[in-house]
């Protein structure tokens, strides 16, 4: 199986469960999202509750005081209104005063002094005044303003020895401008039911709908404990009500969610979800590809070191983002520089040792020319050798000879002197050794007569048996030059020399100079 099959199939190993993993995922956050809304929906009832019985509680307080008012002590009716009209929110709420009759002493949605209505809270005063408790009505029409209330009902304590009930009128719309100004979506439904199962408030069509009855479902299961329930509203909307009691009131507050609201949270979190999910997923399948692009291409590029390695050369190393595939590379390469060493090294051994069989070559050369320059520098010495001791032997000779004169001795005397001078110098060529071994002369250059070196060699021909058949005529003019005076006169008597050798015997020979 090829590697980029590999990685295909572990890529799959990896994302499969995690896809399976995120499915559960998703249906389990869609369900968390879904209780969590609904939790929020059954805490906006909570609050929407609250909301109302402290509304209710803020009027049996206010309530309360206005039954300690010593104007009802007193009688004072009227100063009683005015009190009673500070604590009114007009036109919504507004408060009474009723006796024992039912009948309404004052009421501050009117001015003070109106003729009473017909008494028609008789049932609800005695209830009070028997209990000595407060009673909060269900939904009715007011007989004075004719607006749908509330009422609730308090014993005045300070009665003065009467039978006094202060009571506080709630139209509907105050309802609306209090426990329904949530900021809630504009599709949810809020409100408030009364014991009877009426509308005493509803966010959405009030108008119509307030002193009505509520949906039965709605009503039954409210009338268990708070709760939640599935059903379809008045708006013939699938929705999910979630209701609670005030304990102060009796009242039911409901608040109604229409499923594609609360479903439409839970999907936007599952979207988002799936989204993170899909970009993770998306982004791990991108880099498997990115990553198994560099490990085809680092193991291509260790191939192609391998069989560089394998041709016998110096593999080139290319960097990769993997560090095991680099550390193969840098192995291959390590290799091929010790394969690289190994070969320079054995190419300079065979370049030392053709270098050595060359440096012996010309070694064996230059003994060998050496030898022969020796050769023939000792040849040329052993000839030169003789002209001096010719010379010196004939000066001798002439020495040797009985009755010999001062000027034959001065001749005689000068001629072994200056052939002793000759010796000197051939026996100091011949102690020279670099000069032996390279065969070259040493030049001792300094003015001289050529005329006067011609005489001297022919002189010592002279006196040598050379002489003795042939006859030497010189006639030289003076001529001056840097020259090597005994080399001159080596080379003027081997030309001397020979001319004697091959001349006619008793001839004569001419030196012009």
Request: proline letters at 4%.
């Amino acid at each position: 199986m090829r590697v980029r099959t590999q990685l295909v199939v572990m890529a799959a190993a990896f994302i499969l469960p995690v896809v399976m993993a995120a499915g559960i995922a998703l249906d389990k956050i869609m369900e968390g999202e879904r209780k969590a809304a609904l939790r929020g929906l059954s805490e906006t009832v909570r609050a929407t509750a609250l909301i109302v019985d402290r509304e209710v509680q803020g009027s049996l307080s206010g309530l309360k005081a206005l039954g300690t008012s010593p104007h009802l002590e007193t009688g004072n009716f009227e100063a009683f209104y005015g009190q009673a009209k500070a604590q009114d929110v007009p036109p919504d709420v507004w408060t009474l005063l009723l006796d024992s009759s039912g009948t309404q002493l004052l009421n501050t949605a009117v001015p003070f002094g109106t003729p009473p209505p017909p008494a028609v809270s008789l049932e609800r005063v005695k209830k009070v005044i028997a209990t000595q408790k407060p009673l909060i009505t269900d939904v009715f029409t007011g007989p004075v303003t004719g607006k749908k209330l509330i009422t609730i009902y308090l014993p005045a304590a300070a009665s003065g020895g009467k039978s006094l009930v202060v009571a506080q009128a709630f139209s509907v719309d105050h309802w609306k401008k209090t426990a329904l100004q949530h900021p809630l979506p504009a599709d949810w439904v809020v409100a408030v039911i009364d014991k009877t199962g009426k509308f005493i408030s509803r966010s959405h069509r009030a108008d119509e709908l307030l002193g009505q009855p509520a949906r039965p479902e709605l009503v039954s299961a409210a009338a268990a404990q708070d709760g939640l329930i599935r059903h379809t509203t008045l708006e013939g909307v699938d929705s999910y009500d979630a209701f609670a009691h005030s304990a102060l009131t009796g009242w039911t507050i409901a608040v109604a969610a229409p499923v594609t609201s609360i479903e439409a949270a839970a999907q936007r979190a599952v979207q988002v979800a799936l989204i993170g999910i899909l970009l993770a997923v998306a982004a791990a399948v991108v880099a498997i590809a990115v990553f198994g692009r560099r490990l085809m291409e680092a193991f291509e590029s260790a191939q192609v070191a391998a069989i560089e390695l394998g041709q016998g050369r110096k593999p080139v190393v290319l960097a990769s983002s993997i560090h095991e595939v680099n550390a193969f590379n840098f192995a291959l390469a390590d290799a091929g520089t010790l394969l690289e060493l190994e070969r320079t090294a054995r190419q300079v051994a065979e370049q030392e040792k053709l270098n050595l069989l060359q440096a012996a070559t010309q070694a064996r050369q230059a003994a060998e020319a050496q030898n022969i320059a020796k050769d023939k520098f000792l040849a040329m010495l052993g000839h030169e050798l003789r002209n001096p001791l010719a010379a010196i032997s004939g000066a001798i000779a002439l020495l040797e000879i009985p009755g010999a004169d001062s000027r034959r001795l001065v001749r005689c005397t000068g001629i072994i002197s200056r052939q002793n001078r000759h010796l000197r110098h051939i026996v100091d060529d011949l102690l020279d050794v670099s000069r032996l071994l390279a065969g070259k002369i040493e030049l001792v250059k300094a003015p001289l007569d050529l005329a006067e070196c011609v005489n001297n060699c022919v002189e010592a021909l002279r006196t040598t048996e050379g002489d003795q058949k042939t006859r030497i005529v010189v006639r030289a003019d003076s001529v001056w030059v840097n020259g090597d005076g005994v080399r001159l006169e080596q080379i003027l008597n081997n030309l001397l020399g020979n001319a004697l050798k091959f001349s006619m015997p008793g001839g004569a020979n001419q030196c012009a100079g």
